[in-house]
C-alpha cells in the first residue's frame, strides 16, 4: 500500500536530499537555550545543569546557545530558568537576531514581537543598553513579552501595540529592524504536529500583510541601517516573493545584502518559482531546511537601507536627556523623588545608592517605580510599556518586585535568606517554608527579604522571625512555569 503523498511534496523541487529531508521532518524536534551573559556564564550554565542530569551540546554556529540532548525534567522548571541565566528558544528561531547584529547602543524595532524570544535575544545581545522597542498587533500577546522581559532583568525593552504595517513615523528611526512576519508556519511542523493540516485563511491578505510590513521596516529603518525578513515557513510566495516585491518597489531605498552565519548549513534562497521569477539577488537570502542543521525551517533575507529619508524623522530622546519629559507628556515620567527609592533600598536591604547609577527610574502613577538604561529611546507616541518594573509603592510597605529583587539582588547587604534545595521548591511554588536559625543572620527584623539560592537571587517573601517562617511572594505566572515545566 503506498504512503499518502508528504504536505511539503510541493518543495521537493528546491530542496536538496530530499529523503533527508522527509526524514527529519518526521523526528521530534530537540529543545535549544542560550545563556543570557549578563547573568552567568555559559560555561557556568553548563556545569550547573549538567550537576542535574541535563546533558547539552554546544552549536557552532551560536557562542553560547546550546541544543538539550538529554532533559531528565522539564527545563522550565529549574531554579536556573527561574533565574534568568537562559532562555529557551528554538535555534533557527535565532537566527534572524543574529543576522540583525544586534550591537550595545543601538535602537532595535522588533515589528511583530509576540510572543518575545527574538526582543528578549536582541536585548540581551546589546548587553542591556541602548533601545528594542517590541510591537505586536494584538495586545493579548503582549504578556508573554513582558514575562520574558522581566524573568531576564531586560531594561531596554519598551512594548507597543500597533499595526507594524502603519507603525507612525513619531517612532523615529531605527538603526535595525526585524520583520519576524505572521506566516503559514510550516517550518515549525517539527513540534507543532498538525500545523500541516491546518488551512491558512485568508491567504491572499497575508501575503498583503506580509509586503505592507517590510515597506514599513524600510521607512522606519536609518539609512545605512539593516533590516531582516523572516518567517518559519517555506512557501517562497511568503518568503523571495514579498522581498523582491519590495526590492522593485523601492529600488533607490533598499538592497540585498549577503548573508550567512559561519557554521550553519543553510540553502541559497530562490530566484524563481514556478512561473513567477525574482530578483537575482535573492540567492543571498537563506533557507534553512530542517535535515540541514536538526532544527525547524526559517527563512531569512538581509536588506540594507539606502537612499535619502522618506520623512524627517521625529525626535527620539534618550531617558537622561532633559527633553525626554517634553517629548513623552502622556507616557512614562522620571519618578521625582529618587533618593526616596535609594533609600528605601538601602535602609532595607542595604543596596547602595551607586547600583542605580546610570539608569534611570519612571513612574506613570507613582504607585510603581520602573527602571530602565540611561540610553534607551522609546517612542514618543503611543506610551510605551518601558523598562523593568522595580517598586510597588502600593502597599503599606513599599514592595520589590521579583524582576527587580533578581536585579538588584547582587548588590543586597542584608535581609538576605539563603534556601537550601527544599526551600527553594516551596519557594517557587508559592509555598512557605520554615527556616533553621543559622539563615537568620544576614536579617534584622520582620518583614521582607530576598530569597537566594547559590549566590543568585530569585524573589521576594515575607519574614516572620519569631515563628522562623518565610511566606513565598513568588508570582503566580512565574511559578506555573515551574510546575509546567
Known sequence: MNSPPSPLQRYHSIIEDVPAFEEAIRRPLAR??????????????????????????????????????????????????????????????????????????????????????????????????????????????????????????????????????????????????????????????????????????????????????????????????????????????????????????????????????????????????????????????????????????????????????????????ALSDPGYEDENRKGYRLFPEPEQITSLLSNRFGIARSALDNLCLLTRNRRQVFVAASDHRPTVEPPPATGLPLLDLSMKTPKLTTAGAAFLGRFARCNVIDVDTNQLGRYLTRRSFSLHRSQLAETNEDGHVLIRYDGAVLGVGRLFKSQMKVDSFYPKRFAALVTDG
Open 32 to 317: 535549544f537555550i542560550w545563556a543570557h551573559k549578563q547573568r552567568i556564564d555559559p560555561a557556568k550554565l553548563t556545569a550547573l545543569l549538567t550537576a542535574d542530569g541535563y546533558r547539552l551540546v554546544s552549536l557552532d554556529w551560536h557562542p553560547g546557545a546550546f541544543r538539550v540532548v538529554f532533559e531528565p525534567s522539564p527545563l522550565g522548571g529549574h531554579w536556573t530558568f527561574q533565574a534568568g541565566f537562559f532562555h529557551i528558544q528554538e535555534a533557527a528561531s535565532m537566527v534572524p537576531v543574529l543576522l540583525l547584529s544586534p550591537r550595545p547602543g543601538m535602537r532595535i524595532m522588533d515589528l511583530c514581537a509576540a510572543p518575545g524570544n527574538k526582543t528578549v535575544q536582541a536585548a540581551s545581545a546589546m548587553e542591556n543598553s541602548g533601545t528594542v522597542m517590541a510591537n505586536d498587533l494584538r495586545h493579548q500577546r503582549m504578556a508573554s513579552i513582558r514575562m520574558h522581559v522581566d524573568r531576564l532583568g531586560l531594561i531596554n525593552v519598551s512594548t507597543t501595540c500597533r499595526d507594524g504595517g502603519s507603525y507612525p513615523r513619531k517612532a523615529g528611526l531605527f538603526d535595525a529592524v526585524l520583520v519576524d512576519a505572521p506566516c503559514s508556519c510550516e517550518g515549525t511542523s517539527r513540534k507543532n504536529t498538525d500545523i500541516l493540516q491546518r488551512p491558512v485563511p485568508g491567504r491572499g491578505r497575508l501575503l498583503m500583510r506580509q509586503k505592507r510590513l517590510l515597506e514599513r521596516a524600510v521607512r522606519l529603518c536609518r539609512p545605512g541601517g539593516r533590516i531582516v525578513y523572516s518567517t518559519c515557513t517555506y512557501d517562497p510566495e511568503e518568503n523571495e516573493a514579498v522581498v523582491d516585491a519590495v526590492l522593485r518597489d523601492m529600488p533607490d531605498k533598499v538592497e540585498m545584502l549577503p548573508s550567512s552565519l559561519p557554521g550553519l548549513r543553510a540553502a541559497a534562497g530562490v530566484t524563481s518559482w514556478h512561473q513567477e521569477r525574482y530578483h537575482p539577488d535573492l540567492r543571498h537570502a537563506l533557507r534553512i531546511w530542517p535535515h540541514l542543521n536538526d532544527t525547524g525551517g526559517f527563512f531569512a533575507a538581509v536588506l540594507q537601507r539606502t537612499g535619502g529619508l522618506f520623512l524627517p524623522p521625529e525626535p527620539s530622546p
